[in-house]
């Protein structure tokens, strides 16, 4: 009897410093063949009708009209993270293709992130290591000061996983906890993380000493923090941004940070990535910029790399799919 | 009638790179006359009597012998902050000068800048900001990766004020907890944090992803942290330290550091502080020092000036003290 061929997925490249990593192919290669997207360029006749799967990692390969028909048999594409806003979902929907992505496998290691930055920003940790390591210090200043985490209030904008998972965190520092969300949470749940429901951002916005944005980006998130916003924000606050950097008006943000309307901010997310190198947010004292690495650990990766494998694999065979984004 | 004055508080200086906070001199002054070590000294003939309190900000003034047989009517010493390894509590104590430090005003800003260390230096914070900014980054590496703090393994040495909130914040990380004290917790304490003894350091020095240190500084912790410690810990962990420089034998974990032997190490502070410009801790990669941050906001020094005055004031009145310190 025939052994049954392993489904054919496609994939933007394997190793290198964008590709799907080597670590990960041979755990990859149990459950499909794996095909590089420069071997289907050069093979779309055999690979044409055989790709069954798109495997995006690190939002590649770009998903567009042209791939999409050259590829009659795709079931399912699996995209690498939470966010899809790089992806056409109603296009991919209308050729009656599934899209999952990683929402468990990312919410740990971007929580972590967050009360990290919030963290940093406020003891002034990247500052300060300069002054350890400087040529120039004597003596460290009994008058530098950064401000306290423990106690102060922290206003989540955007209470899914993540956001739920940065309030438990904060919650053991003593925080008190605001939240805005599309939809307010259950009770109990907000009682375990100690969090009050503002369901006008204004709100959030003027009571909090940190602001955290944990949305996805959608046209309604879109500049969701602009002038008006960081006005509202307190003169002694620090915005935090762990979601994506169109959720924030870049150019009120320079604005606001020069002027010192807020007092500083913290951002793992910019638009685009990385900044263009004359950028002013990078000329600037109060910030604090990452380069996206919300997911950057081992293990986050693959915990995203095994989910994504459970999602294309029961796309495949009619099971239910963990991790379907609808348009 | 006279007016009652108020007791005379002598401290090192006021405002500055070392001295007393200018934003504390209003509150103090409710309390105390203030006058600093250079008018004392001008003034020694007339000011010596007078003292009847020291306020140290940042170890500082030195007490040593001559200080203290030249303030015949001292009544107490308050330290700014809860280490109390500069001082001779023995010397201090003969003289019938009672003692106070502030642990309850240290203990959170001290656990939150331990954290800060933990996931900075899990994460590669530092690293990660001069790539944000860097002329040369053209595009971020996917393949640049940190490590996971959730679910990962801390292990406190030294469960005191400080190292019990630490646990209580890693908790919430979901980390497992593993601690070793001189004594061991109460089982309430230790289920509501999940924290697992380690009588023997050894078992917790080999299990932890995260190494914190948060001993005070005595004769038994000093070098606690040597080469044989190092080389049980796992060479994929991290060590972290917010208690004293000396608690660690910056030679061995300078060796241990440029070998591989342990992965990273975040150091609040060092031995001496700060480190000497050409040390050659400053020029490791996988090393994050930061100038001593540990009680270094608006509030926490706010309120380790008011539990000294507290402590003071409670001495100069024959009350108890509410943190006084005995030597051993």
């Not at chain 1, 933007?12 to 459950?31: A, M, N, P």
């Not at chain 1, 530098?144 to 899914?160: H, N």
């Not at chain 1, 002694?236 to 009120?252: E, F, K, M, Y």
Request: glycine share 6%.
């Amino acid at each position: 009897m025939e052994e049954k061929e392993l489904p054919y997925v496609l994939t933007d490249s394997i190793g290198g410093t964008h590709g799907v990593y080597l670590e990960h192919t041979e755990f990859l290669k149990k459950y499909f063949n794996l095909v590089a997207m420069k071997e289907f360029l050069e093979n779309q006749k055999c690979f044409g009708e055989k790709i069954k799967a798109i495997y995006i990692w690190w939002q590649k390969p770009a998903v567009n009209q042209e791939l999409l028909q050259s590829l009659p048999n795709l079931k399912v594409i699996a995209n690498f993270g939470v966010g899809v806003d790089h992806l056409d979902l109603k296009l991919i929907s209308s050729f009656g293709v599934k899209v999952t992505n990683t929402p468990f496998a990312v919410s740990n290691a971007t929580a972590d992130l967050g009360i990290a930055l919030m963290l940093a920003s406020s003891r002034r940790l990247v500052e300060g290591r300069q002054i350890a390591v400087s040529p120039d210090t004597e003596q460290f200043a009994a008058d530098w000061l950064g401000e306290d985490v423990t106690g102060a209030t922290l206003g989540i904008i955007g209470m899914g996983r993540i956001g739920y998972k940065v309030a438990k965190r904060a919650k053991a520092f003593d925080m008190k906890i605001r939240y805005h969300n599309r939809n307010r949470r259950k009770e109990e749940e907000e009682q375990a993380v100690g969090a009050c429901y503002c369901e006008k951002m204004e709100d959030l916005l003027q009571q909090s000493d940190f602001v955290m944005l944990v949305v996805n980006l959608t046209p309604q998130t879109h500049k969701l923090i602009g002038k008006r916003e960081l006005e509202l924000m307190k003169p002694t606050a620090t915005l935090i941004n762990i979601c994506r950097g169109p959720v924030i008006d870049q150019d009120a943000l320079v604005e606001a940070l020069q002027n010192k309307v807020i007092k500083a901010a913290a951002l793992d997310v910019t638009y685009p990535e990385p900044l263009p190198r004359d950028h002013p947010l990078l000329k600037l004292k109060n910030i604090i910029i990452t380069p996206h690495i919300g997911t950057a650990t081992k293990h986050a990766r693959r915990l995203m790399m095994k989910s994504m494998i459970e999602n294309i694999f029961s796309a495949l065979n009619g099971l239910p799919i963990p991790n379907e984004v609808f348009p | 009638m006279e007016e009652h004055e108020l007791p005379v508080l002598l401290v090192n200086e006021v405002g500055g790179i070392c001295g007393v906070l200018e934003a504390h001199v209003d509150f103090l002054k409710t309390h105390f006359q203030l006058i600093t070590m250079r008018e004392f000294l001008e003034n020694k003939n007339i000011l010596s009597k007078n003292v009847q309190a020291i306020y140290l900000w940042w170890h500082k003034p030195v007490i040593d012998p001559e200080l203290l047989q030249s303030l015949p009517n001292l009544k107490v010493i308050a330290n700014s902050g809860v280490g109390m390894d500069h001082l001779d509590l023995k010397l201090i104590s003969g003289c019938g000068i009672k003692m106070a430090n502030c642990p309850h005003a240290v203990s959170s800003s001290t656990a939150d800048t331990g954290m800060a260390l933990l996931l900075a230096s899990a994460r590669r914070l530092v690293e990660g900001c001069h790539i944000a900014v860097s002329l040369d980054t053209e595009c971020f590496a996917p393949d640049w990766l940190g490590e996971e703090v959730t679910g990962a393994t801390l292990g406190i040495i030294g469960m005191g004020n400080v190292g019990y909130k630490i646990a209580l914040r890693a908790k919430a990380f979901e980390m497992k907890i593993l601690y070793h004290n001189r004594k061991q917790r109460k089982e309430e304490e230790e289920q509501a944090i999940g924290a697992i003894y380690c009588k023997k350091i050894e078992d917790l020095l080999q299990q932890s992803d995260f190494v914190m240190l948060a001993v005070s500084l005595t004769p038994q912790t000093h070098k606690l942290i040597g080469k044989r410690e190092l080389e049980l810990m796992k060479h994929t962990a991290i060590l972290i330290n917010i208690s004293r420089g000396l608690v660690v034998d910056q030679e061995a974990l300078l060796e241990a550091l440029h070998t591989g032997i342990i992965k990273a190490a975040a150091l609040d502070v060092t031995y001496p502080e700060p480190l000497p410009r050409d040390h050659p801790l400053l020029k490791l990669k996988n090393i994050i020092i930061t100038p001593h941050l540990g009680i270094k906001t608006r509030k926490t020094t706010r309120m380790i000036t008011e539990e000294a005055v507290a402590n003071i004031l409670a001495a100069l009145n024959g009350l108890p003290m509410p943190s006084e310190v005995l030597p051993d």
